[in-house]
């Protein structure tokens, strides 16, 4: 199968409501070309220096998103272009978010990730640790952020029920905290990639994040 007609073909399996990130961390630019020809134009990354140097080769008309870890002293590099910061774990990174954008005119968009995997190998905020920081006054106070919802990554399994009950709560999570924060722009909740993404876009996921089912497996 090719990059292009795997893409077309997740794609049209998809409700036309959700959007789909096509996941291209360790992929060439030559592969990411091919996606682009095909009409994809938001790419995912998990490394920043790897986005940075992508973003410079590629069309500006692609939408980065950042899926991986951010560390604080990287988020320079990536705040002139991100599009939206998925994986956002403390109020500390947030602070640094918004004081990265303000220099460069910009407001980004962030998700929440919360943990709601099994393993503890995977990052993101705990249940009582995101009450807490939407609860808290400052991330409302920071002016070059936008909270614009919420990310997480189930549990690695065969498992369907056991996924599905993790997305399900993500899912009771996000509705909750969209009427408790009441902003407008709280409306993305990305969950699901290339082996559970039907569970949740069943469970209510507005933006799945797919990388191998695209590209193929990954080195
Ligand atoms: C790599 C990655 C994906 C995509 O994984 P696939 O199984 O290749 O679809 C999705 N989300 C995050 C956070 C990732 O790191």
Redesign the pocket.
Known sequence: MSISKNLLQIKSSLPPEVTLVA?S?TQPVSSIIEAYEAGQRIF?E?KIQEMAEKYETLPKDIEWHM??HVQSNKVKYMAPFVKLI??VDSLKLLIEIDKQAKKCNRVIDCLLQVHIAEEDTKFGLSESEFAELLASPEPGLLPNVRIRGLMG?ATFTDDASRVKKEFDFLKAQFDLSKSKWGSPYFDVLSMG???DYEIAVASGSTMV?????IFGE?N
């Open positions: 996941v961390k995912g998990n899926i991986g998925h994986g990554m990639m290339s082996g994040r797919i990388g191998s089912s990954r």
